[in-house]
């Protein structure tokens, strides 16, 4: 009767939890899977960006977001997954100037990945969520970015790496596995089969090419043992 | 007849082959065919002189066949007529000589590939 009575006071519905927006948005336990992602959206809540209600209750009070926040909630986390400080989300948010300057290192990690192999596989969702960013008509609080990880990087790797420093050391150094394709594709046999020889374990994608090329090799090293059987007198 | 059991067999499996439908039908007369297939020939053996075990990424299909249709013929040719023709020296050197022909159309439509085999495997 009294919580009732409190409730009328309220001027926005009763929204959801941080965490049962998370869990609806992300499919994310936060209380289970991932304190850090409960975390930073709470600094995310405390620095302004996010707007809540709070509801004075006798035990603790209930902190909801406020209506039309879970899209923001939903941006927020996911620009802080390549952005891990809440201040330069709020900015990308407000700072149409810097939002411009994040789209481009978004662009470079996401899209302009030294990874061939990568780039082959790489979700449509990156290239619409650097898009988005770039573009200053679409509003971060009223559209859904579009999400092109399966699970929040700051679900898997935690407080001590972010997604940014995976992407930029990655980046810096050629994949192996890509110099290994760009010599298969320009037809540089002798790289590649050197490359090959080096590759033993690796994802399917790498364990296809290093068969083809094998297969090729075995190939062209039959063919010459038929043309010195030839040239035999 | 040995010779032209074999060759009935090689232009069965050749007249099969896709490739040559478009054109006039396989001829064992068409000289101007064993030309080429023997410059394809030298052609291969040059490059794996040159690159090893990648003149396999050199050459095509096609090319690889034409070049052994053309060791092929001239192997049998100097084996069938050896008595005539005396030891041979090789398909390569015979190979070469029948490549380096340069015939006008003119020429070609007179010589039929066993003149030329007669001719320039013959010789020596």
Known sequence: MRIGSLRNTFVCNKGLTIPEAIRKLFDVNVAQESPLLKNKANSLVRNGLIEVEKEARVQRSEVTLCPGQEISLHNALLLNALFPDPKDVKRIFLDTQFRLQCAELAIDVLKNRNSLLGQAYQSRATEDLANCLMDPQRDLRAEYLPNPFSTLPQVILGEQTNLLHVLLAQAASLDPADSFLLAYLKGDWKAAERLSSQVSTGSPELLMLKSEVDRKLAEAHEFNNLLNFFRKE | ?124
């Open chain 2, 1 to 124: 007849m040995k010779a032209s059991c074999l060759f009935l067999l090689i232009t069965l499996f050749l007249a099969s082959n896709s490739a040559f439908s478009k054109e006039a039908p396989f001829q064992l007369k068409d000289s101007a065919f064993l030309i080429q297939s023997c410059g394809e020939a030298i052609e291969i053996f040059a490059s794996q002189e040159k690159t090893g075990y990648l003149a396999a990424y050199r050459t095509s299909l096609s090319e690889a066949m034409r070049a052994g249709y053309c060791i092929g013929v001239i192997e049998h040719f100097t084996e069938v007529y050896v008595e005539y023709c005396g030891r041979s020296s090789g398909w390569f050197e015979h190979a070469k000589s029948i490549a380096s022909l340069e015939l006008t159309q003119q020429e070609l439509a007179q010589t039929d590939a066993h003149r030329l085999l007669e001719e320039y495997v013959c010789v020596q």
